[in-house]
């Protein structure tokens, strides 16, 4: 399953939120030295129930808008 999501880093919480047919994920992590998108993966693999080893960054590494595949 591929999904896209845009990313707000150094939020105040870690959720995943779906606006206007968007998935948006609010991580606490900055977006420095992959952290950012290390957050949205963990938090794609708990929304999901799948491992975090097989949820992959396929579409904007320092990109707001991330596409992930797992």
């Given at each position: 399953?591929?999904?896209?999501?845009?990313?707000?880093?150094?939020?105040?919480?870690?959720?995943?939120?779906?606006?206007?047919?968007?998935?948006h994920a609010?991580?606490?992590?900055?977006?420095?030295?992959?952290?950012?998108?290390?957050a949205v993966?963990?938090?794609?693999?708990?929304?999901?129930?799948?491992?975090?080893?097989?949820?992959?960054?396929?579409?904007?590494?320092?990109?707001?808008?991330?596409?992930?595949?797992?």
């Open positions: 399953m591929r999904i896209r999501i845009h990313v707000h880093a150094r939020s105040s919480k870690n959720e995943i939120v779906e606006v206007g047919g968007l998935l609010y991580v606490t992590a900055p977006p420095l030295e992959n952290k950012a998108n290390l993966r963990d938090l794609i693999a708990k929304q999901y129930d799948v491992p975090k080893s097989s949820v992959t960054l396929i579409r904007g590494a320092q990109s707001a808008i991330k596409d992930f595949e797992f």
